[in-house]
């Protein structure tokens, strides 16, 4: 199996499936561009999923939160990555090297829909915040993943 | 004079005073910190402005604006800058300078003002594109310093 | 004339061939990649030049250097660029918005050129402090384009 | 015990004393600052890793070497992360995490790092490719707190 096939099932492992992406994809930009609809959104996160860089911080960040929830890193990083205190800001570097590759449209995406919490985004966090589930890493994955996607098809909008 | 105050002039001379940054970062972070109120989110702002890399982001920012202006640019920059095309990016970068500086706090709020285009930074975007002022790059600034702003307030409050 | 042929004629017109950059391109990779020589490292630098943030950051960063060499700019903001204050970092700044796009390898590649300034980087970085050239943007570009080259290269050369 | 105190224990653990990251900040910067000394390199280590998100990068980097060397990752992120395959580059992402907070001196300072891998660097380096030992964030870690120092040295030598 691929390694893009494998972050997907990761993700759906953990609660997230192209559709939820792809909806939060379609109302960010759905003003913007006129011939949009869902399943082209859910093409362009399936583009995103090619590049090796969003693969490696999908696998890397999913680890991660279940490590924490299996209990075997020492007791002082556990504590503060199950809490996502709110100075603990790895989550959101990690979710940059997704941002990153698709340019400053995409950082301000991920800013927006990391304080606003959109859809899924939303729905994850707070099953990270209120269970003994850990989706620290998870919701910034997913939320840079959606702001890659909508900076793809803003892209590719203003080149037509 | 030194360049906290000539970069504090440059902002003025653009239309943005401490108090209009004062009062987004004011209600960005009034539900999070109890004790928080203009004057201390106006002494925030200045505290930001005591970095040499957010000064040099300010003066190079309204330098380039106020070049395209006064068309002292070849056409194909001015175009590009002028009409802040969806593609220029180099606005946002700059503003970079600043936020990377204050963690992914001020990152994700960065993105959350350059969306939400809160209070002066609304105003000026407006300004921009509809007079023949060019404040590509000033809104980005003034969201950058907001966004640093609400940052240190948050780290500040949480190391109390 | 499209944007890219005419930011690869401001690189010209600066001093900047893409024989110059190509060069560097290929002593940073040649022990690394095995059927590399100097014609793929110029089709690479071309590839590179495709991207519109790169066009961007090339045409907006010659014409800062160009609108210090005219004396357009206040005195200020004209003082810090000419002299490439050591605190200055809007230029690499400007740059990290090339090699953001072509991730960690392009990164360190940048750090390395920046520091070390091999064949042309050295040539531009030297004339613009000798001379009354300002040459405080292109260096990082430069070095920026050579980082994202080499980058470029190594990423298709493991995905082989 | 506090934060910081339990970092520094961590980097020793896995090899990395104050003393092996001052002597390459020693190394940067001896040509640049007159009265620099191993003492003083020391001193700015430790300034350096009062930083909350410095210690947060620390103490997840070893984490997930940690994790790695006890096999409790999935196969595929295990195998990517104990090669360090080159296109691996969450590493280099979070060692940026420490780099951003001190500017564009240390992210070049950084890159050079990276790559010429000097003193302890490339000791661990040379460790985790040859024996069972995982240092794939340990070196890059090292690396920026080794560039965040080296720039916080250059710029209080300018501002004096």
Chains 1, 2, 3, 4 share one sequence.
Do not use: W
């Not at 893009?4 to 913007?32: H, W």
Request: aromatic share 6%; proline share 1%.
């Amino acid at each position: 199996m691929d390694l893009k096939k494998i972050a997907l099932n990761r993700l759906k492992d953990r609660g997230v499936s192209i559709n939820d992406m792809a909806k939060i994809v379609y109302d960010i930009q759905k003003d913007f561009i006129d011939d949009i609809d869902i399943k082209k959104c859910e093409e362009t996160i399936l583009l995103i999923l090619n590049k090796r860089e969003v693969i490696n911080a999908v696998l890397t960040g999913i680890a991660i939160d279940e490590g924490v929830e299996k209990g075997i890193f020492d007791e002082h990083i556990y504590k503060i990555i199950m809490e996502d205190q709110g100075l603990y800001g790895v989550d959101e570097i990690l979710a940059l090297s997704i941002v990153n590759i698709y340019g400053s449209i995409a950082l301000t995406n991920f800013g927006y829909v990391d304080k606003c919490k959109p859809g899924i985004i939303g729905i994850i966090d707070k099953e990270g915040k209120e269970s003994n589930k850990c989706h620290t890493f998870l919701d910034d994955i997913v939320g840079a993943i959606v702001a890659a996607a909508a900076s793809r098809l803003a892209h590719h909008n203003e080149d037509k």
